[in-house]
């Protein structure tokens, strides 16, 4: 009977042991990666004659990603222009990769001013067929996140590099 104790005995510490490296392991398998969540990048741009505030909104998930870019007036809540783009998201190590499915424009009110809402048009709608022309379907990119930055870099215009204005932006998490 001492015998089958010990071995008993033995048996349960081993387990414990198992149990103790397999489930922490376990839970970072489950962790989301930091870039999932919301994030915004808000600049100011100056053409000359007109001063605009601008602000992305980028949600991204592990496979899917909204981003939306508002251009205000400088100091204004006016709303001139809204632009949105949803799709697909898949990520290799810091590669991100977006695969556009739908773009967007604002809501009109009712004296057709543009607000801070949007609509979204997928392939077959005649918005997406008038305006898809002007944006890739597909675009590369690298990102760096921590718990309240997001460094994004995309090639947006398909030159082969991440080096033009506005490829490389700073999006702060919300």
């Known amino acids: 009977m001492n015998k089958l104790n010990r071995h008993s005995s033995l048996l349960s510490l081993m387990m414990l042991l198992l149990i103790s490296v397999f489930i922490p392991s376990c839970d970072r398998?489950?962790?989301?990666?930091?870039f999932i969540g919301t994030w915004q990048h808000k600049d100011i741009v100056d053409t000359g004659d007109l001063v605009f505030n601008t602000t992305?909104?980028?949600i991204l998930t592990k496979t899917t990603y909204e981003e939306i870019y508002m251009l205000q007036r400088y100091n204004s809540d006016a709303v001139l222009s809204v632009i949105g783009f949803k799709g697909d998201l898949s990520t290799k190590g810091s590669e991100m990769?977006?695969?556009?499915?739908?773009?967007?424009?604002?809501?009109?009110?009712?004296?057709?001013?543009?607000?801070?809402?949007?609509?979204?048009?997928?392939?077959?709608t005649?918005?997406?067929?008038?305006?898809?022309q002007?944006?890739?379907?597909?675009?590369?990119?690298?990102?760096?996140?921590?718990?309240?930055?997001l460094q994004l870099?995309?090639?947006?215009?398909?030159?082969g590099d991440m080096e033009d204005n506005g490829e490389s932006i700073?999006?702060?998490r919300i």
């Open 153 to 159: 870099k995309r090639d947006t215009n398909g030159d």
């Open 56 to 58: 992305r909104t980028l």
């Open 134 to 149: 002007y944006f890739r379907l597909i675009i590369e990119g690298e990102y760096e996140a921590d718990e309240n930055y």
């Open 29 to 34: 398998l489950n962790k989301d990666p930091l």
């Open 126 to 132: 005649q918005y997406y067929i008038d305006n898809i």
């Open 97 to 124: 990769t977006f695969n556009l499915e739908e773009i967007g424009t604002c809501v009109k009110d009712a004296s057709q001013n543009c607000t801070d809402q949007v609509v979204f048009y997928g392939q077959g």
């Open 170 to 172: 700073e999006f702060q």
